[in-house]
């Protein structure tokens, strides 16, 4: 639902422009637009700040069909709003608040969901299960532009000005309430309902009289305290790496069909081809990314897709302002991949930074808070600087600039393919697996105890002569 919101509101920025800042001149037209659309980003980190730990507290489950509900409500309800030359300056405050209601709902979005498939998935597959995420983001931006992309074709620019707008934000109120149906048919996962029950093992043990210490730690605001004081080194390398995608994503996604348009006099419906293929070649090419990093790790998938960002941006821009299709289409495959990198780790990466207890409320936190400074504002920075500067590069260097990030990021991530999320035991994802991880916990274990007792028999010999002791005890 998210996603095709943004895939509407991207595709439709220019129209959206001339139905609620008709005054202004085209370039601040689209400015306003992206103003509009930046602004949900300024209440993401509020809903971070309310979803996340309350879904830490009484589950995923619940606080996913919450966030649903707002998010189809809101969108919906532009389809019905009027424009400004029926109410005037009213027009875009009611499209405004429509906005931030939607920012404020998908403050606990992605992160709820990342964390729902990461403690579902078995380790080993984590990457190529997350992937699938992001492969249902982008076929609802594509679900969303194709639309635009349709109407446009049938109804003309007028016409789409005149009333077409409205339809595509109107089709989300059948996809909510599909999408709320699916949700509420969810099960928690296994994760969370173990550290559930060992928090009520741990209430009931402490009796009617609960520690006032571990009270204060279990509550939003002392979870809030651990995220910043205990986890603040994986806080910040999440708001690298959420940097790197979502610079990249709304780039792609929300700037450049208005890039091609506004700045480099592209026709609309090529220009909006031309990047609804891109999207096609993302969805199709996602999951393989996340299989690779199952394979080869999340790190140097990471590490060679901000190299290759840093490369390869300017090439890509120079490519897309020739205004030939063929060397436009070849630029915006270019942006696909590298976006597709990015995209296809993500959701396997990011859940993996933080302990169960606190996973989903420190994701949302620090996905949110970067998301709203450098994510959203992607598409307002880049068309603001382009106006200012006259430079129609502009768009590369700032790719340039979250890939030197994201490298920087990245040389402090951990590496975690194949291994259990913090706080939380292994999964597998059949028999066999579970048999060979049992006889090599056994193995292991019976090896740790043969060490204790050598080094308690022969303190001085074990000490000098077993090859694994200091590092196997």
Request: one cysteine or more.
């Amino acid at each position: 639902m998210e996603w095709f919101d943004f895939g509407v509101y991207a595709y439709l920025a220019g129209t959206l422009g001339e139905v609620f800042f008709p005054a202004s001149s085209p370039g601040t037209q689209v400015v306003s637009t992206f103003a509009t659309f930046a602004a949900a980003f300024l209440v993401r980190p509020l809903g971070g700040l309310v979803f996340g730990p309350l879904g830490d507290r009484i589950g995923r489950k619940r606080v996913l069909a919450a966030t649903m509900i707002m998010m189809a409500i809101s969108t919906f309800a532009v389809g019905f709003l009027p424009g400004y030359d029926t109410i005037g300056f009213a027009a875009p405050l009611l499209l405004l608040v429509c906005r931030l209601v939607q920012g404020f709902s998908t403050g606990g979005e992605y992160a709820g969901a990342t964390t729902y498939i990461a403690e579902y998935a078995p380790d080993r597959r984590r990457g190529f299960l997350g992937s699938w995420l992001d492969f249902g983001t982008f076929v609802g931006y594509s679900l969303g532009s194709g639309i635009v992309t349709l109407l446009t074709a049938l109804l003309g620019q007028d016409g789409m000005v005149d009333w077409g707008w409205r339809l595509p934000f109107l089709v989300a109120g059948p996809l909510g309430l599909i999408g709320l149906y699916m949700r509420l048919r969810l099960e928690e996962t296994p994760a969370f309902q173990k550290e559930t029950e060992q928090a009520e093992l741990r209430a009931r043990q402490g009796g009617a009289e609960q520690d006032p210490v571990e009270e204060a730690r279990q509550s939003g605001k002392g979870r809030l305290k651990e995220i910043f004081t205990r986890h603040w080194q994986a806080v910040l390398i999440c708001m690298g790496l959420v940097l790197l995608y979502n610079v990249t994503n709304y780039m792609v996604t929300s700037y450049l069909p208005t890039y091609m348009t506004e700045t480099i006099g592209q026709d609309a419906l090529t220009a909006q081809l031309l990047v609804l293929g891109t999207m096609v070649v993302v969805v199709l090419t996602i999951t393989t990314v996340g299989r690779s990093s199952d394979r080869w790790g999340r790190r140097p998938v990471f590490m060679a897709g901000s190299v290759a960002l840093v490369v390869l941006s300017i090439p890509a821009f120079l490519l897309i302002r020739t205004g030939g299709i063929v060397p436009s289409a070849v630029g915006c495959l270019i942006l696909g991949l590298l976006l597709v990198s990015f995209a296809g780790t993500s959701a396997s990466t990011l859940p993996a930074l933080f302990p169960t207890r606190l996973r989903y409320g420190a994701l949302s936190i620090s996905f949110n808070i970067s998301v709203s400074i450098f994510g959203g504002t992607t598409p307002l920075f880049a068309s603001g600087l382009v106006e200012l500067t006259g430079d129609d590069m502009v768009p590369a260097y700032y790719l340039m600039v979250a890939g030197v990030v994201g490298f920087i990021a990245t040389l402090f991530l951990r590496e975690t393919a194949g291994q259990p999320l913090r706080g939380s035991g292994p999964m597998v994802e059949d028999e066999e697996q579970a048999r060979r991880l049992v006889a090599h916990s056994r193995t292991e274990a019976g090896r740790r105890a043969r060490d204790v007792w050598l080094r308690l028999r022969h303190p001085r010999s074990a000490h000098h002569h077993d090859p694994d002791g200091p590092d196997r005890g």
